[in-house]
């Protein structure tokens, strides 16, 4: 088992992340969070947790230097740079790529937030590498053009009343060259902090992570309507969620 604080350089800054290799795993999820958080993000910790159990590697990566942190809490300079925050998701990409307790594993993606349309960019440049992604309450339409360029399956999480960040989700799913599916937890809101909701989403993550590939790769063989991706393949500990625009 690997589990240590690790530093990389990426675009030229020292990141800080945390790996966790419980074991054999399937992959490694690398988290990207969102605007204001960081690798202690409690939330994604908590994600982390569920998909470290269901034997996955993780890594939550600080992407902004604590300088940058500082800047960025009284100008939000930094956390709406979406290409910056893709280049340096890209570059821990790599990173995992030449590091002996991640090298021969594929990469999913985890983005909260602006840290999801990080992901997205990173997933189009690096498509060899990622396997798949998941956005919890993100903003895919940030990523603008590499939205038709991702090919890794996308699995786009909101919460019901999260309304304006859904219409975002449902503009920005429109132009995902990917197979993808909307998951929706009613009542829900943008952090999830109601009774259940982090629970259903790290359950649907680890669901997607787990099955949402294999179908999709199944679909696609058989050129299937919605893009091969099961209606049940993020169902399970999410109860009364509901789906949309699968393809």
Same mark, same amino acid.
């Given at each position: 088992m690997v589990s240590?604080? &690790?530093?990389?350089?990426?675009? +030229?800054?020292?990141?800080?992340?945390?790996l966790v290799v419980p074991g054999p795993v399937r992959s490694v999820v690398l988290f990207a969070h969102g605007s204001g958080s960081s690798r202690l993000s !409690?939330?994604?910790?908590?994600?982390? +947790?569920?998909?470290?159990?269901?034997g996955f590697g993780t890594l939550l990566l600080d992407l902004l230097t604590e300088q940058e942190e500082r800047v960025d809490a009284v100008t939000a300079e930094h956390r709406f740079d979406i290409p910056l925050l893709g280049r340096r998701l890209t570059a821990a990409i790599d990173w995992l790529a030449g590091q002996p307790a991640t090298r021969e594993l594929p990469v999913d993606?985890?983005? #909260?937030?602006?840290?999801?349309?990080?992901?997205? &960019?990173?997933? #189009?440049?690096? !498509?060899?590498r990622v396997r798949a992604v998941v956005s919890r309450g993100g903003r895919p339409d940030l990523? *603008?053009?590499? $939205?038709?360029?991702?090919?890794? !399956? &996308?699995?786009?999480?909101? +919460?019901?009343?999260?309304?304006? &960040? $859904?219409?975002?989700?449902q503009d920005g799913a429109r132009r995902l060259g990917a197979s993808h599916k909307i998951l929706v937890?009613?009542? #829900?809101?943008? $952090?999830?902090?109601? !009774?259940?909701? $982090?629970? =259903?989403? #790290?359950?649907?993550?680890?669901?997607?992570?787990?099955?949402?590939?294999?179908?999709?790769?199944?679909?696609?063989? *058989?050129?299937?309507?919605?893009? +091969?991706?099961?209606?049940?393949?993020?169902? =399970?500990?999410?109860?009364?969620a509901r789906e949309e625009g699968a393809r």
């Open positions: 240590e604080t &690790v530093l990389m350089t990426a675009d +030229g800054s020292a990141l800080v992340g945390d !409690p939330r994604n910790r908590a994600v982390a +947790g569920v998909l470290q159990h269901a993606l985890f983005g #909260a937030s602006t840290g999801a349309a990080a992901a997205l &960019v990173a997933a #189009a440049r690096r !498509p060899d990523a *603008g053009d590499a $939205l038709s360029e991702v090919r890794a !399956p &996308v699995l786009l999480i909101v +919460g019901g009343r999260d309304e304006q &960040v $859904l219409r975002m989700n937890i009613p009542g #829900a809101t943008h $952090l999830f902090a109601e !009774p259940g909701a $982090l629970e =259903a989403v #790290a359950n649907a993550a680890r669901e997607w992570f787990l099955y949402g590939v294999e179908e999709a790769a199944r679909g696609a063989a *058989g050129d299937t309507a919605d893009g +091969g991706v099961a209606h049940g393949a993020a169902d =399970a500990g999410t109860r009364g």
